[in-house]
């Protein structure tokens, strides 16, 4: 079974058994920024001084890539601000931003499809809807944490699509998530190695650096808002 980059973020954010996701905000923005990266290494969009574009409609044969890359074009193909001038490359930062929440769902929504994990319903408080995704089939987040063990933790050589997704969640800040077990500094550093190495070609490299800008944004606003 191949699963996307972003799927796979998400096997690793939620919890097999409650279902919950840890570190919802990271997640959200690691599955999203997945999915974009997809369609960079498929040279469908391109990302080019923080600025994204469509560069190629063919569907990629992957129904949730196809479906993000059609929104996606249609969104970068409108002027910024309501002007009536075509705009060439809105910003990646405010894709991410706007689709980050739509994402998550659809990957969701594709991992239950798949048998992967289950969707179950309840109400907080008695009040509040809830969804949560606890695990139906481990085995493809078996051979998942496995793969990051062998690169990350053992030295292992990654493949293209292992060197992506270490990082992903490295840009967005998900070292515990991908290994629960080990300390933050065990890992880091290994993880910054692999996301920094000559393996990308630029609009990959921009996509991953994109989503670390946003990130660290975030992190800053989150820690101000708590603050203040």
Do not use: N
Not at 203 to 216: D, G, N, P, W
């Amino acid at each position: 079974m191949t699963v996307t980059l972003g799927e796979e973020i998400m096997l690793l954010t939620l919890d097999d058994t409650s279902g919950a996701a840890k570190g919802e905000s990271s997640a959200r923005w690691g599955v999203t920024g997945g999915i974009l990266l997809e369609l960079v290494m498929a040279d469908r969009v391109t990302v080019t001084g923080g600025r994204i574009e469509a560069v190629d409609p063919a569907p990629t044969g992957d129904a949730l890539l196809d479906g993000r890359l059609e929104r996606l074009a249609r969104w970068a193909g409108k002027p910024a601000g309501g002007g009536r001038k075509p705009s060439r490359g809105r910003k990646a930062a405010d894709w991410l931003t706007r689709d980050h929440a739509h994402g998550v769902q659809d990957v969701l929504d594709r991992l239950c499809a798949r048998g992967l994990v289950t969707e179950e319903k309840h109400r907080a408080l008695g009040l509040f809807p809830v969804r949560r995704y606890p695990e139906a089939d481990g085995s493809v987040e078996r051979e998942l944490r496995d793969r990051l063990a062998s690169v990350v933790v053992h030295g292992a050589e990654p493949d293209a699509r292992t060197r992506a997704l270490t990082a992903l969640l490295h840009a967005a800040g998900l070292h515990r998530q991908a290994f629960p077990d080990l300390p933050k500094k065990r890992v880091e550093p290994r993880m910054a190695a692999i996301a920094e190495g000559q393996w990308a070609g630029d609009s990959v490299r921009e996509a991953i650096l994109t989503l670390q800008t946003v990130m660290t944004a975030v992190t800053v606003v989150t820690v101000v808002t708590a603050t203040s």
